[in-house]
């Protein structure tokens, strides 16, 4: 951008905490719970977060879902908003159905939690990053269509660490199947493939979900089959690569290996013994192939993946609406209309 956005919310009366706040919700996720807003500026409660409802809600910049039991959902619906942060045509000033608003929850819990991250939010960002610095070709990342090819359409941040590597976010609000989760990693598959190293992180908001998620990564990502263990190679890629390493260094050195290597060479010649194995060591040996194509024939993906998961320990509304009988998909959520006070208990 040319210019400072959070300046532009400063302008229309928001001090600094307050416009930052704002971009964070704008960005990640549209709605916000008053916790969330006490999280991010590190203080409970009180007159401070009233006169911030009180006035985004005058500047018709949110709008107040009720959820019941005194408890309520803010939406960031304004389009100015979004149009100064480049998002004019952004999903978050919608309204969607009760999942949808509670993984943009979430979302917004996990990236108050790594304020300090490096993150691609946008999809040209995550398809330059991918395409530029990667150097993934674009058919390779996970797309869907709607009048054009839209790539990244999840909308969860991916952060980069300090060296490069991606950290995929998926955010479960509460799924009662792992279908959506298996299209997931179905639709991104080919990128995890291309990347050299990358990192999944799974995040809901019970254990039974993540244990079930464990289950489904490790069907679709054998932890064998990406340590390359097959019948060719039945101690792992790792193995083979370092006995042809060690046999190449014997024979050139007539001999002269360390203990370690030498008990490496023994368990190799009785495990490396097919034709295949030895025209990989006569095409190791003179340059016709490599560790990265060694790897691509043993390993089901060139990659060095990490899954973890984690149970976020926070509480959502959301649900609360359907003890009145609202379907679980129903985007008939109700909102109090911009004259209203907003209600400022939780």
Same mark, same amino acid.
């Given at each position: 951008?040319?210019?400072d956005?959070?300046q532009?919310?400063e ?8 416009a930052?706040?704002l971009y964070l ?7 916000f719970?008053?916790r969330q ?6 203080r409970?409660?009180g007159r ?6 009180t006035?985004a809600?005058r500047h018709r910049h949110i709008q ?17 908003i979004y149009a100064a ?6 999903q ?6 009760d999942?949808y608003?509670?993984? +943009? ?14 993150v691609l939010?946008?999809e040209?960002?995550?398809v330059?990053f991918?395409t ?16 054009r ?6 909308n969860?941040?991916?952060l980069?660490?300090?060296i490069?590597?991606p950290?995929?976010t998926?955010?479960?609000?509460g799924?009662?199947?792992s ?6 990693l179905e639709q991104y598959?080919p990128?995890?493939?291309a990347? +050299?190293?990358?990192?999944l ?8 979900n ?7 990564f ?5 932890a064998?089959r990406?340590r ?23 024979e ?18 009785s495990?490396y013994?097919t034709l295949?194995?030895q025209?990989l ?9 490599n ?5 691509e024939?043993?390993?089901?993906a060139?990659l060095?993946?990490?899954f ?15 003890q009145?009988?609202?379907p679980?998909e129903?985007d008939a ?14």
């Amino acid at each position: 951008m040319e210019y400072d956005p959070i300046q532009s919310f400063e302008a229309i009366g928001y001090v600094q905490r307050e416009a930052s706040f704002l971009y964070l919700v704008a960005v990640h996720s549209g709605y916000f719970l008053r916790r969330q807003y006490h999280s991010f500026t590190g203080r409970e409660g009180g007159r401070m977060t009233t006169r911030f409802l009180t006035k985004a809600h005058r500047h018709r910049h949110i709008q107040v879902i009720e959820c019941g039991q005194r408890r309520h959902i803010y939406h960031l619906t304004a389009k100015p908003i979004y149009a100064a942060l480049g998002l004019a045509g952004s999903q978050h000033r919608r309204i969607k159905s009760d999942a949808y608003i509670k993984s +943009r929850l979430m979302v917004l819990d996990f990236m108050l939690d790594h304020l300090d991250a490096d993150v691609l939010i946008t999809e040209a960002a995550k398809v330059d990053f991918f395409t530029t610095q990667c150097g993934v070709k674009l058919e390779l990342l996970p797309q869907s269509y709607k009048g054009r090819p839209l790539y990244f359409s999840d909308n969860f941040p991916i952060l980069v660490t300090r060296i490069g590597v991606p950290r995929f976010t998926f955010f479960d609000e509460g799924q009662v199947s792992s279908s959506r989760f298996e299209n997931f990693l179905e639709q991104y598959q080919p990128l995890f493939r291309a990347l +050299r190293a990358s990192e999944l992180i799974y995040l809901a908001d019970t254990e039974a979900n993540v244990r079930r998620a464990k289950v489904v990564f490790e069907r679709g990502f054998p932890a064998d089959r990406l340590r390359g263990i097959t019948p060719l190679t039945p101690l792992g890629v790792d193995h083979f690569l370092k006995f042809l390493r060690a046999r190449q260094f014997f024979e050139a050195e007539g001999g002269g290996v360390l203990s370690s290597e030498l008990q490496l060479l023994h368990e190799g010649e009785s495990l490396y013994t097919t034709l295949e194995h030895q025209a990989l060591y006569a095409a190791w040996k003179a340059g016709a192939t490599n560790e990265e194509k060694i790897r691509e024939r043993f390993q089901q993906a060139p990659l060095r993946m990490t899954f973890t998961t984690q149970v976020l320990p926070y509480s959502y509304p959301i649900y609360t609406l359907r003890q009145d009988g609202q379907p679980e998909e129903s985007d008939a959520t109700h909102h109090e209309t911009p004259h209203q006070t907003p209600a400022m208990e939780t």
